[in-house]
């Protein structure tokens, strides 16, 4: 089974843009794969915070992420701060990478840019390291990912065929994929515009944990044009298609079959608004139990980063691989994993899978604010 991995960052609430564009396929993909979803708070540090903010925010995500159908006995659901070796591995990745190849990051010299007058912090320029951690972990084979964040995996690729260089054959190479798109939605006061969670206007932003009078308000005030015809095109009438593909994403009809069915604005506003509440619903009851319920999600969330260590310390081996790892043993007792063998192969005292395994997540969880 191909091993995916994505990761979401939690800043900002999910809105229905995240949803019925990637979270939607996240649910339907767990089933196809053998699929990862690490939550990942780390890199949201590259952001100053007040305290407590960032543990908010990921156990928001997290239960949002539960309640949208992520299984945690079907797929592995983890904070990234949770497994340890993320940040451990992470070191080895900055030591594998160079300062020019960092310099060279994109998205890097874009933030840093716009922060100019701003805290930039040295996590902000080493987060590739950390997300190509991320990725080598897990012996990961694809990472859907949007062009953004494309450099990133090539850097990863490209580090981790320097590690196997250096110290043997010890990561798999991962590749981008483009991920399955779910419906395009665009922000309902601007539709030429993707639906953002920076957007303008709250009023063009649907929030997952909006309450059906607001959800029923926006769609009624949602921007269309001035003639009367309820046709599906992007081009020429981009608020009445946005509403038609949400509409559509929502019924699992076409938009182009919709638009049939209605000859003015008003209606369409109101079915669609209708259509969303009636889909939220069931995600925003599940969600409010879960957060209600900190015990169960900290549960669920422990489990994760159970199995994400477990995955982690059983990975599928090449025959190269299986020497190398024979090697490191015979070096150092105690069954290790791809990450500590990466560790050995550098140098460090290796870690053992009792070791880890007596780690609590929870306990040393940045972003697990309460025990229960
Ligand atoms: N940098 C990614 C983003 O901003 C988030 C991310 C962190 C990630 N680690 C990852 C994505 C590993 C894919 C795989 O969207």
């Known amino acids: 089974m191909t091993r995916v991995l994505s990761c979401i960052q939690p800043t900002g609430e999910v809105h229905l843009g995240n949803y019925l564009g990637a979270l939607r396929n996240w649910v339907s993909g767990q089933h196809e794969n053998d699929a990862f979803h690490g ?49 451990q591995l992470a070191w080895m990745m900055e030591c594998t990478v160079s300062f020019g190849e960092l310099s060279r990051m994109t998205q890097f010299k874009d933030k840093s840019a716009k922060r100019e007058a701003e805290f930039i912090s040295a996590g902000l320029f080493t987060y590739p390291a950390l997300q190509a951690a991320d990725i080598l972990l897990y012996d990961t084979d694809e990472v859907p990912v949007g062009e953004d964040q494309r450099q990133h995996i090539e850097i990863t690729r490209d580090i981790a065929i320097r590690f196997n260089h250096r110290f043997g054959d010890t990561f798999v190479l991962p590749k981008a994929v483009t991920p399955k798109t779910g419906a395009r939605v665009m922000d309902l006061q601007d539709p030429t515009s993707k639906m953002s969670k920076s957007s303008e206007s709250g009023a063009g932003l649907v929030n997952m944990l909006d309450d059906p009078a607001g959800i029923a308000r926006k769609f009624k005030r949602a921007v269309t044009d001035s003639d009367s015809e309820v046709r599906f095109d992007r081009e020429t009438k981009p608020g009445v298609s946005n509403l038609l593909e949400i509409l559509a994403a929502c019924t699992g009809d076409t938009p182009e079959a919709l638009a049939s069915r209605y000859t003015q604005y008003g209606p369409l506003k ?60 015979a070096r150092s007792p105690g069954q290790m994993s791809s990450a500590c063998r990466s560790a050995a192969a550098a140098g460090p005292a290796p870690c053992t899978s009792s070791s880890v395994a007596a780690a609590d997540p929870a306990a040393r969880s940045i972003s697990a604010p309460n025990r229960s």
């Open 39 to 87: 939550i990942v708070d780390l890199h949201a540090l590259t952001i100053t915070e007040g305290p407590d903010t960032l543990g908010t925010a990921t156990m928001e995500l997290a239960a949002m992420l539960f309640a949208v159908g992520l299984d945690p006995d079907v797929a592995t659901v983890f904070v990234q701060s949770h497994v340890t070796e993320h940040s």
């Open 270 to 329: 109101r079915d669609t608004g209708e259509a969303v509440v009636e889909l939220l619903a069931p995600i925003q009851a599940r969600y409010h139990e879960l957060i209600a319920d900190r015990g169960e999600l900290q549960a669920l969330l422990r489990t994760g980063a159970g199995k994400a260590r477990r995955r982690r310390c059983h990975p599928r081996q090449s025959p190269g691989r299986r020497r190398h790892a024979a090697r490191l043993t």
